[in-house]
């Protein structure tokens, strides 16, 4: 009896250490998610970046001009994308640490939340918005707005 009360104790605190690991990842990773209480804002990171950044893919390996499209502003924006969070929950499924993860790998192509939220990023970029505002409009859904269909085109060199 006393192991068994034993080993169930070791289960409970062996969940609960997982739980803990798992569940804040924002600070275990550095990361951050800004609102008290927010566990649905997916991780992001609060500052600028402090060193180089990984290069977004090649825009040319996309045939679909959205895409394309899409990785041409995200290599444009990603300071900015680097410190926004991805609602597709990308981090929970990918491991990503922002929206910029999404488009150094071939993610971005295939979700249109990444997509839209890079657009809205850019968009709001050019409308001179800060990283901390753009990503205020982001959490707020406003990224849900974007219409894909005017990035049909190809864009006009910076």
Known sequence: MEMKRTFACGIILLSSA???MLAPGRAVLGLAAQTPGAED???FHADAPK??????MDPDAFPDPVMKNAYTVAGRVKKVLYQQPCYCHCDRS???GS???????????GCGTCMAEDFYSYEQTRK???????????EKGEWQKVDLSKYQQPLAEK
């Open 18 to 20: 997982i739980g803990l």
């Open 41 to 43: 804002i997916p991780v």
């Open 51 to 56: 060193g180089p950044l990984p290069d977004t």
């Open 94 to 96: 990918q491991g990503h």
């Open 99 to 109: 929206l910029l993860d999404c488009f150094t790998s071939r993610h971005g192509s």
């Open 128 to 138: 001179g918005k800060t990283p901390a505002q753009i990503r205020e409009g982001i």
